[in-house]
């Protein structure tokens, strides 16, 4: 099974209005992390929140927001506010603190266009 | 600098020959990642190293693929005898133990 399953190819979205952008993550791992990244089209890859499983509210960065459900095993970004600039390629990503190591499982993406 | 350092940014080189990537992690980032991503694809994890364990070598491709971590800190990864598939970018992340990822610009790889 995927570890993580981002079933969002591509995204549009008016500037200034909220986007959510869905991820699902499969572990039975008690401790794990979540994470989102931002790849613009200049290729760095960009930290921009994280939720710890053990972690009781939802992560907020700025306009960035996770909306962590726990028992439905999803981690869905919310960008509020959207902007031209949010236009990339976001990757969801969750890492197993199991014994073994800290292995991070990335999602394939999904293709965020802002229109003006 | 302060973030992952990577060299070379590009490399072109013809097919069967070896290609060496280097990945310079922040310094006492114990954890340091390999990853491959084709044009328009996410990401491949290739390999894993945290600290003195033995690598996580599970992503590697074929037995043409290797990576080194000198003294916990730099690594290089080597390509033997490339083929055209081998194109693509090749990015390396380093992080604490239960930190976030910090990546490195990549290196743009182009077999001939």
């Known amino acids: 099974a995927q570890k993580i399953t981002q079933t969002q190819p591509g995204m549009f979205v008016q500037e200034k209005e909220a986007v959510t952008l869905d991820c699902t993550y499969d572990?039975?791992?008690?401790?794990?992390?979540l994470f989102w990244y931002k790849q613009p089209s200049s290729g760095e890859m960009i930290f921009l929140i994280y939720?710890?499983?053990?972690?009781?509210q939802n992560a907020t960065e700025g306009r960035y927001s996770l909306n962590f459900q726990k028992a439905r095993k999803s981690a869905n970004l919310v960008i509020s506010a959207s902007q031209l600039g949010d236009s990339a390629m976001y990757f969801c990503?969750?890492?197993?603190?199991?014994?073994?190591?800290?292995?991070?499982?990335f999602g394939t993406g999904t293709s965020l266009t802002v229109i003006p | 600098g302060a973030g992952v350092s990577q060299s070379p940014s590009n490399k072109v080189t013809e097919k069967g020959k070896d290609v060496e990537l280097r990945c310079d992690p922040i310094?006492?980032?114990?954890?340091l990642y390999w990853y491959r991503q084709s044009l328009g694809q996410g990401l491949e994890f290739l390999i894993y190293?945290?600290?003195?364990?033995?690598?996580?070598k599970s992503g590697l491709p074929s037995d043409r693929f290797s990576a080194e971590r000198t003294g916990g800190s730099v690594s290089t990864l080597t390509i033997q005898r490339t083929q055209q598939e081998d194109s693509a970018v090749y990015l390396c992340?380093?992080?604490?133990?239960?930190?976030?990822?910090?990546f490195g610009d990549g290196t743009r790889l182009s077999i001939l």
């Open positions: 939720q710890g499983s053990y972690d009781q």
């Open positions: 990503a969750m890492r197993e603190n199991s014994n073994t190591g800290n292995q991070f499982y």
């Open positions: 310094s006492g980032h114990t954890a």
């Open positions: 992340a380093s992080s604490l133990l239960r930190g976030s990822q910090h």
């Open positions: 572990t039975s791992d008690p401790s794990y992390g």
């Open positions: 190293f945290q600290g003195n364990s033995a690598p996580d």
